[in-house]
């Protein structure tokens, strides 16, 4: 049978129905531990010679569903879900790098996992570079005989620069790399870099996955060996596993993950139309934008341009800060992809641990905030963005 189209995987579940009186939604196994029928089945399941659950932390039937229909939309062998996005970069990254080894991270990725690399390269000497990942060329200069992984966010935050997976997973094969991708900004829904060859991807699932602003969690997904080793070392080892509730949330979530993401991306089309008519708006950053610099390679990579926009407000910090005080639709907080449209102050809130000067040569000036269009309806969101423009600038 033809394999059925991703909106409706989304929707549809691996567990049998018949053993859970016909439940429609996911059963929740909310217990911290399995009971043996006997000692004799406890040191089966121990020494791996019966499958079966034996404690939360190293495996549940919710955990598993979500871990299944994760793998399934990411087209790859295994996932392992995580209490955290960060708990799936740290895991992946520790079970694929070891002391005197080398990382090649695209320019701008996300605040912890750069903290992360830092942490490591500091206390285990496990080296990394930033650099833009503009081509083949660029990025076969930086490789050294260390590097091991290709670390890829795209689009980046708050910036949207895009990096061409295909390109650099070219770049890696090449070389014999292997290509983790962070792909919570686009979801599976709009981007799936296993399909192009990368080896692994990672989300923070509090985010679009998620989707209803209730939950942090992540998920890692790549080959069945590497997956399997994980679940058995930086997972059940250091423990950053996710809670049965958790994993059932986001069970749900993915149900409406299209429809979730079709109206964040028609959303943000409207809004970034409306802005460009904005005296006091500059600079906005959509790979929507036919002006966009990657909007070609946005076009071609994603299946649409996603939920999130980033601009200037004409006035600095200042500005930034009055504007942002005036709104009431939009609320003012950092994460994204919840169903509330959500606004922040990078260079205040989510950059504000980098040095100004670097933040200036990532373009993240005082003036930028970031906004992910929630599912609000389009005109009241931009009635509650236009006024608070107006009250803004009699303010100041
Ligand atoms: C939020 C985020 C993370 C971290 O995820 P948490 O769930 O907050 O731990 C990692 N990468 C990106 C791109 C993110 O936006």
């Known amino acids: 049978m033809k394999k059925k189209e991703l909106d409706t995987r ?5 567990f049998d129905r018949q053993q859970h009186h016909g439940s429609l939604a996911h059963p929740l196994y909310q217990t911290s531990t399995f009971v043996f029928d006997n000692a004799e089945q406890g040191e089966a399941r121990f020494a791996g010679n019966e499958s079966g659950y034996m404690y939360s932390r190293l495996g549940n039937p919710t955990v598993t569903e979500l871990e299944k229909k994760m793998a399934d939309l990411e087209e790859a062998e295994e996932a392992v879900a995580f209490g955290s ?3 799936a970069v740290s895991g992946v990254l520790i079970h694929l790098l070891k002391s005197g080894d080398h990382v090649l991270v695209s320019e701008g990725v996300y605040g912890c996992t750069y903290g992360f ?12 570079d930033l650099m833009q990942m503009s081509s083949e060329a660029a990025i076969k200069e ?15 935050n708050p910036t949207m620069k895009l990096v061409d997976l295909k390109m650099v997973i070219k770049a890696a094969k090449e ?47 790549g080959p069945a060996e590497d997956m399997q080793t994980i679940r058995m070392t930086t997972q ?19 149900k409406t993950l299209a429809v979730r993401m079709d109206r964040h991306c028609d959303n943000a089309r409207f809004i970034f139309e409306k802005l ?47 504007f942002m005080n005036e709104l009431s639709v939009v609320q003012v907080a950092v994460s994204l992809g919840d169903a509330e449209s959500l606004i922040q ?19 993240i000036t005082d003036s930028l905030v970031r906004l992910s269009v929630g599912l609000e309806n389009a005109e009241d969101i931009w009635q509650d963005i236009k006024q608070a423009l107006e009250k803004a600038y009699m303010k100041i």
Not at 247 to 254: E, T, V, Y
């Open 117 to 128: 690399l830092e942490m490591v390269k500091e206390k285990f000497n496990i080296d990394f």
């Open 236 to 254: 059940k080892d250091i423990g950053g596993v996710i809670g049965p509730f958790d994993a059932w949330l986001l069970l749900r979530g993915l």
């Open 85 to 87: 996005g960060m708990a």
């Open 10 to 14: 989304l929707i549809h579940s691996h």
């Open 345 to 363: 102050h990078p260079s205040t809130m989510t950059h504000s641990v980098v040095p100004e000067e670097d933040r200036k040569k990532m373009g």
């Open 175 to 221: 070389e014999g790399l292997r290509v983790v991708v962070d792909n919570t900004f686009s979801s599976p829904y709009l981007q799936q870099p296993l399909t192009l060859g990368a080896d692994f991807v990672i989300h923070s699932a509090t985010k679009y996955i998620s989707g209803h602003g209730d939950v942090i969690a992540g998920i890692a997904a």
């Open 276 to 322: 460009k008519e904005e005296q006091s708006v500059k600079n906005i950053i959509y790979p929507g934008d036919k002006n966009f610099a990657q909007h070609h390679l946005a076009k071609s990579q994603m299946k649409d341009f996603g939920g999130l926009i980033s601009f200037e407000i004409e006035g600095g910090k200042k500005a930034a800060q009055a």
């Open 142 to 156: 930086r490789i050294r005989p260390e590097t091991k992984v290709l670390y890829v966010e795209t689009p980046i």
